[in-house]
């Protein structure tokens, strides 16, 4: 079991960058990890995903503007947001999902607002 706490969210204007954070409870490398997120009366989508061999992966909407990266040391995994837009306003979830196995387990969330 690995725990998931997001942090980094906030309010920016249009054209800002942001920096989300997950910090797990285990070795990110362990699992496929992903950031999803989830706008008012929308359904949740993947924005970012890195696997446990490291390989990333991003919504078209976010490709060249967001990052993902993990930190094995520090046990996080990271969302560099740039160029942030209205449409980028969501709750943002961190998730982990066993490799070959399908067990999910998901953050709390950190909202993320842009907005002039």
């Known amino acids: 079991q690995v725990q998931l706490v997001e942090s980094g969210g906030g309010l920016v204007q249009p054209g800002g960058s942001l920096r989300l954070s997950c910090a797990a409870s285990?070795?990110?490398?362990?699992?496929?990890m992903a950031w999803h997120r989830q706008a008012p009366g929308k359904q949740r989508e993947l924005v970012a995903g890195?696997?446990?061999?490291?390989?990333?992966n991003y919504a078209d909407s976010v490709k060249g503007r967001f990052t993902i990266s993990r930190d094995n040391a520090k046990n996080t995994v990271n969302l560099q947001m740039n160029s942030l837009g209205p449409e980028d306003t969501a709750v943002y979830y961190c998730n982990a999902k066993v490799p070959f196995d399908g067990t999910n387990y998901w953050g709390q969330g950190t909202q993320v607002t842009v907005s002039s």
């Open positions: 890195i696997t446990y061999s490291g390989d990333t």
């Open positions: 285990r070795n990110p490398s362990f699992y496929n």
